[in-house]
């Protein structure tokens, strides 16, 4: 897994992208709190923890663990309750927590930063931890939104995008239950993400064979700072002319919505599973 988290303390009132992002992410929390009231939750992958911090107000416990040292050590100071426990430890090894312990084990915008070869190990822990009638809560970007058919992740961090067939075949090989939801927003919202995310693709077509020729020269001559190029890929902030629409317009939580329908046109996937 590759680092890569969100801290909202940073965002400048006029960051319209970031803040897009911040809420989107938010979303998943807000949906998470009709099951965690009074419940014992454990967050996998928790960035900044803001999202611990929202749920420790009606979750009796929350355990929380990240593999970033940099973003739990942020968590730990800037998003503490008592009731928040924050953990440094790796999913993809067995963590020193007995089994059945959660009822309510979260983990948002994570397996998409793991190894498809990898994903059971995932999978298989958050199933160990969980209660028998407990919810295990995942949220992922979803590919047909953002990428066209074969292309590879345009964030570097991402070693696998899925589209919503794909993640709950995968999500079915470890639970019983799985229903799957999409989170949406409103149009502007739709189409900012979209210029943020998605290259046109008249664009992507055309770069196919640039850069598979740009490789192959860059490998023969050993020219690296061409590769280094392409493996600094990553998702762009806006342009300036969308930043600017709405730039009085305040975004709430209230601009993003979950629905079970027209699932291939949702920004994140959402599932709720069952053992």
């Known amino acids: 897994m590759s680092k890569e988290w969100m801290n909202p303390d940073n965002f ?3 960051d319209k992208a970031n803040i897009l992002l911040y809420y989107r992410h938010l979303k998943a929390y807000e949906y998470v709190k009709e099951f965690a009231v009074n419940k014992k939750v454990l967050e996998i992958g928790c960035g900044s923890g803001y999202g611990s911090k929202y749920l420790s107000e009606i979750a009796n416990s929350i355990t929380t663990v990240d593999l970033d040292i940099d973003s739990l050590e942020y968590a730990k100071k800037n998003n503490t309750n008592e009731n928040i426990e924050y953990v440094h430890a ?4 067995r963590l020193k927590i007995k089994e059945s312990t959660f009822d309510i084990v979260i983990s948002f915008q994570v397996i998409e930063h793991i190894n498809p070869l990898d994903s059971n190990i995932y999978l298989d822990e958050i199933k160990r931890l969980l209660k028998p009638n407990g919810y295990a809560i995942l949220t992922t970007p979803n590919r047909l939104f953002r990428l066209h058919p074969f292309q590879k992740p345009t964030n570097k961090y991402h070693k696998i995008e899925y589209s919503p067939s794909q993640f709950e075949k995968v999500l079915k090989k470890h639970f019983s239950k799985v229903q799957l939801s999409v989170i949406r ?3 502007f919202i739709e189409k900012t993400e979209k210029r943020r995310i998605k290259t046109p693709l008249s664009h992507f077509l055309m770069l196919i064979p640039i850069k598979k020729t740009l490789l192959f020269i860059s490998r023969k001559f050993k020219l690296i700072f061409i590769s280094d190029f392409f493996d600094k890929r990553g998702e762009k902030l806006v342009p300036n002319y969308i930043q600017n629409l709405h730039s009085d317009f305040e975004y709430n939580l209230n ?3 979950l629905t079970n ?5 949702g920004i994140d996937l959402i599932a709720t599973c069952k053992i």
Do not use: A, S
Request: cysteine-free.
């Open 255 to 257: 601009d993003f919505y």
């Open 12 to 14: 400048r009132k006029n």
């Open 261 to 265: 329908k027209h699932l291939k046109r």
């Open 90 to 93: 790796n999913i993809l090894d």
């Open 185 to 187: 927003g409103n149009n």
